[in-house]
């Protein structure tokens, strides 16, 4: 079973950076989809940015132009790069599979506020 650990959440102010990463135990990382899903404070959890086994990528519409997904296979490690960060950002961000075939982490809190 992969286990899944997202780091590089935080505080950062309306227009800030972050970069979040998820490690994942296992060899088999290399095969599947993954995203980055987010869940705000009273919503569902959605999908924010995708990337396959290739690294084609697609992304939310309103993340589009702003977060970039990245995957490093030999290090079975998946990037979110976060750029022009806006308070509706704020959300608790996991990493899973494309579909969510995988247990859930803790996921990584990103807070954006002045």
């Known amino acids: 079973q992969v286990q899944l650990v997202e780091s590089g959440g935080g505080l950062v102010q309306p227009g800030g950076s972050l970069i979040l990463s998820c490690a994942a135990s296992?060899?088999?990382?290399?095969?599947?989809?993954m995203g980055w899903y987010r869940q705000a404070p009273g919503k569902q959890r959605e999908l924010v940015a995708a990337i396959t086994s290739c690294g084609t990528t697609n992304y939310l519409d309103s993340v589009k132009g702003r977060f970039t997904i990245s995957r490093d296979n030999a290090k079975n490690t998946v990037y979110l790069q976060m750029n022009s960060l806006k308070p509706e950002d704020k959300a608790v961000y996991y990493c899973n599979a494309r579909p969510a075939l995988l247990s859930w982490g803790k996921g990584a809190l990103v807070t954006v506020s002045s």
């Open positions: 296992g060899s088999i990382f290399s095969i599947y989809a």
